[in-house]
């Protein structure tokens, strides 16, 4: 087994008649943070989909951890996954949203011992436990009690993280989680995510916060039109962009 | 974990020549038009009461002797036990009309829009005359295996569909028909994002809509449910003619002996307006709960909101009482 935790190889998506990836060739390596950015429209959020199935692809390869996304290889066949199946691969990787998507009738505490309980069958005891050590982690012990409606935006996106985390993911994407944020409270978050960097966590992160994939990020990707158009040191390329595109698009954001 | 740094000093403990204003008192002003307006009203309801009281035909002396006796109470429960059974039947059914119809499956959405078209396309009068009448459609129910195999179950439908079940079915079929908009709305309610964080917890589509979604649809299932159940009791009144001797069924077989019609329609009257009443209160407290996590401030129930009139003043009341 290689250490590459994820492995893309030209990865094509359609949706109807038109093509939103074109091709997709990139490796994360185990521990690494990859991070992905371009603009609006480009296929980011797509890519990301594909990893965790909330979208199929229809050529090309994807492997998480070595094994296909999507499918089974039999003989020279796929064949599609099963519900159960794709259901496991999905509670392998961590997942975190723009918009946050917090159950809102569940308190922050329920919201991080959801999934531990009923995907993972935990006693309802010992998941409260490493709830409350995840809520600690993420700063927000003192929030468990909480509904979703009564915390901030940055609490919220923070919570988000602790319940991704509870399921002990090996892959965690992150699609754009500051970017609904109040600039006051990108940092906070910002912070948790170099955190988890630090502890070796695999991490495919799109973001437009240069600041971050410039001291966190191992490699920086830049999309455009569904193809990856530059990819390498972060702070090579944001330092030194050799595409036409790339250079316009970093312009625009620094 | 850094949290917000402490609060800005307040600017006016800061600055003590900074002295506080005196408290306004203004002129109050008046509205003519409401007090005509009361006095109108006033007269209509006075000349009813009176009108309530002194109009023999009313006889109260009747609908007091007849309000608690033995038919009118039995009546009663039977319109109760019919009101609770079709309305519980209803949503299930309908709880599992609106899962067919998000369903991909074509032959389950298809069935289910047609179910859907046929019972809410047709008057619920109709429907339970339909059902009182399946005898003579279908005068034996067979349930055998298909194509010529032997018998299971051999009834005279006669013997099946009593009035009871025949009023069951008539309403809570059609009460299904209602309830799976309902709950079609309230799904569709929903944010698309609970779903898609649910499937990537690893979540099953089972258990995201039963731990999920249902749970939130819930808060818009609610208030259409209490109205639907409260349409329902009073509806049950039409299964007379099914000769099933409900509330309205038991006050007419009284009123046809001693022609006290009036009394006795305010017999009825009386006892489906206590209960409508008793329901609407229930349906405020379920909506509450449910209202839980999404409003900052709990709507206040009835005893808080008259507490807090009569032992607030105007002042604390615009400063910390809950929006309406
Ligand atoms: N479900 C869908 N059906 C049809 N087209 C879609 C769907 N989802 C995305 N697209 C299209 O695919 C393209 C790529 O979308 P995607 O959301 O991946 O872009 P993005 O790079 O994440 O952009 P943004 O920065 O705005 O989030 C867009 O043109 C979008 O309109
Ligand atoms: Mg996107």
Known sequence: MTDLMLKSEALHKRFGHVEVLKGIDLEVARGEVMCLLGPSGSGKSTFLRCINHLETYEAGRLWVDGELVGYRQVADKLHHLKQSEIAKARSEIGMV??????????????????APVQVKGMAKSEAE???????????????????????????????????????????????????????????EVLDVMRGLAKDGMTMVVVTHEMGFAREVGDTIVFMDGGVVVESGDPREVIANPKHDRTKAFLSKVL | MAEAAPPAPDP???TPERVKPEDITAVRLRHPIRWVAAIVVLYIVVALAYSLVTNANYDWGVVWQYLFSAPVMKGLGLTLVLTVVSMLIGIVLGVILAIMRRSENPMLSGTAWVYIWLFRGTPVYVQLLFWGAIGSLYPFITLA?????????????????TPFLAAVLGLALNEAA???????????????????????????????LRRIVLPQAMRVIIPPTGNETISMLKTTSLVSVLAFSDLLYATHNIAVQNYKT????????????????????????IERYY?????????????????????????????????A
């Open chain 2, 12 to 14: 006016v403990a800061t």
């Open chain 1, 97 to 114: 949203f723009q918009r946050f998507n917090l159950f809102p009738h569940k308190t922050a505490l329920q919201n991080v011992t959801e």
């Open chain 1, 129 to 187: 436990f490493h709830a409350k050590e995840l809520l600690d982690r993420v700063g927000l012990a003192d929030k468990a009690g909480n509904y979703p409606s009564q915390l901030s935006g940055g609490q919220q996106q923070r919570v988000a993280i602790a319940r991704a985390l509870a399921m002990k993911p090996k892959l965690m994407l992150f699609d754009e989680p500051t970017s609904a944020l109040d600039p006051e409270l990108v940092g």
């Open chain 2, 291 to 323: 209202g839980r996590g999404t409003a900052r401030v709990q709507q206040e129930t009835l005893l808080q909101n008259i507490r807090r009139r009569m032992f607030t003043t105007s002042r604390e009341e615009s400063g910390t009482g809950p929006k």
């Open chain 2, 262 to 285: 009036i009394s006795l329609l305010i017999v009825a009257s009386i006892w489906y307006l206590l209960f409508t009443s008793i329901m609407q209160t229930g349906q405020f407290y």
């Open chain 2, 178 to 208: 209602y309830m799976a908009e309902v709950v079609r709305g309230g799904l569709l309610s929903v944010d698309e994002g609970q779903t898609e964080a649910a499937s990537a917890l690893g979540m099953t589509s089972a258990q995201t």
């Open chain 2, 145 to 161: 295996v298909p194509f010529g195999g032997p018998d299971l179950i051999h009834v005279d439908a006669n013997t099946l569909i």
